[in-house]
């Protein structure tokens, strides 16, 4: 019998994103495409099997995306995780409340951060149960109009994204700075979205991760 070795067939690349309207940008984009449109076309440029799967939730928050874990597919190959900005935005009237003194504020700011990080570790911890590799995205500054508000947003953003590192680097986590991939105005809407131009700048970030994540090249657009 002349029998030839088959060649074991590659696997196909499953992209699910979990999270919040950073993935889920649909309805702020049109006519443009969305990240998840943009992620396709990108994977399907290298893999016509490839696919992607959105699960983020526009307005969802760190505590909902155990509910979204519950319907990551099977045959998932990737989990990208991008949440947190809600949570934040969700407390950012603290930047009006009245302290006594700066030791004061900072300790109202560190227990806000406190709580934010406890629910976003469950969100990690959700998505580690799965068993499929996990990528974290953290959250950009956004693009607001008057510095105050910038300056503030920045500040808070950098303090969470060093959460973020250190829980990556607790559990062995790739993490996409998405300050470093999303920062020019026209990267948003509404100064917290992203816009087309924004989404396309994430969604390349993932599939070059996807692309070299072996590699542990993590792409870098910021000047």
């Known amino acids: 019998h002349n029998l030839r070795p088959t060649k074991e067939a590659k696997p196909m690349t499953h992209c699910v994103l979990l999270g919040d309207s950073i993935f889920d940008n649909a309805v702020y984009v ?75 504020a900072l300790l109202k700011l560190g227990t806000v951060m406190d709580g934010i990080t406890r629910r976003y570790l469950q969100a990690v911890d959700a998505c580690r149960a799965t068993g499929v590799p996990l990528c974290l995205c953290a959250v950009y500054g956004c693009s607001f109009p008057d510095a105050r508000t910038q300056a503030c947003a920045d500040l808070i953003v950098g303090l969470f994204h060093d959460r973020i590192r250190q829980i990556a680097q607790e559990h062995h986590l790739p993490v996409i700075d998405l300050r470093r991939i999303c920062w020019r105005e026209t990267d948003f809407v509404q100064s917290i979205e992203p816009s087309a131009t924004g989404g396309w700048r994430i969604a390349a970030a993932l599939a070059e991760f996807v692309g070299t994540a072996h590699a542990g090249h993590i792409p870098d657009e910021h000047p």
């Open 30 to 104: 049109p006519p443009g495409q969305d990240v998840t449109t943009h992620l396709q076309q990108m994977l399907a440029g290298r893999d016509a099997t490839a696919r992607v799967t959105l699960l983020a939730v526009d307005g969802a928050i760190a505590e909902e995306v155990a509910a979204q874990v519950k319907h990551v597919p099977t045959d998932a190959t990737h989990l990208f995780l991008s949440v947190g900005g809600n949570d934040l935005l969700r407390k950012f009237d603290l930047l009006n409340a009245r302290a006594g003194t700066v030791a004061d």
